[in-house]
T-cell receptor, first 114, second 112 residues
């Protein structure tokens, strides 16, 4: 498995502002992902964070709204840009170590946009 | 498109009873099925998984069964305890892709 931390754990933000969420893993991992979990809902994949190249976004998510960085094999950031109340969600980082099929999730960042 | 249906959406059981959550997947190429437990205020935690070459897997009070023909898999929790109260998610994926298709979740409440 992997130990994953996220910062901040929660935040309350004003509409129109941006928030950057950090994800740190205790070991090098090949794949890192960002998910959104809207209140009371399931998990939706936003993008795959690729080390050394641009992230791969899922349908409905764009780089201008959710820019992602992955400078090395243990760290990634997700920015939620120009926020609106509809962006209020839990944002989760997950990792897939090595060639395992299993994904492990971080504790999440709870975002409330007013 | 590919999807995973999960039932029931909510489940209440008395402490000590068993709980069963069922998921049905649409893509017959799916071959890996993890289950996650998400407690309030926390991220999803892997509790058990099963691959398509196995029909059943057990870990103490938790078991998962897979019926490839019917394309469904189930989570069984025996001797439930209050700390089993959480939201449970199933997921399906297939070789060659990293993507999980998640079920809609089941909120389990164990009544003391």
């Amino acid at each position: 498995s992997a130990v994953i931390s996220q910062k901040p754990s929660r935040d309350i933000c004003q509409r129109g502002t941006s928030l950057t969420i950090q994800c740190q893993v205790d070991s090098q991992v090949t794949m890192m992902f960002w998910y959104r979990q809207q209140p009371g809902q399931s998990l939706t994949l936003i993008a795959t964070a690729n080390q050394g190249s641009e992230a791969t976004y899922e349908s409905g998510f764009v780089i201008d709204k959710f820019p992602i960085s992955r400078p090395n094999l243990t760290f990634s950031t997700l920015t939620v840009s120009n926020m609106s109340p509809e962006d209020s969600s839990i944002y989760l980082c997950s990792v897939r170590p090595g060639f395992q099929e299993t994904q492990y999730f971080g504790p999440g960042t709870r975002l409330l946009v007013l | 498109g590919e999807n995973v249906e999960q039932h029931p959406s909510t489940l209440s059981v008395q402490e000590g009873d068993s709980a069963v959550i069922k998921c049905t997947y649409s893509d017959s190429a799916s071959n890996y099925f993890p289950w996650y437990k998400q407690e309030l205020g926390k991220g999803p935690q892997l509790i058990i998984d099963i691959r398509s070459n196995v029909g059943e897997k057990k870990d103490q009070r938790i078991a998962v069964t897979l019926n490839k023909t019917a394309k469904h898999f189930s989570l069984h929790i025996t001797e439930t305890q209050p700390e089993d109260s959480a939201v449970y998610f199933c997921a399906a994926s297939k070789s060659g892709t990293y993507k999980y298709i998640f079920g809609t979740g089941t909120r389990l409440k164990v009544l003391a």
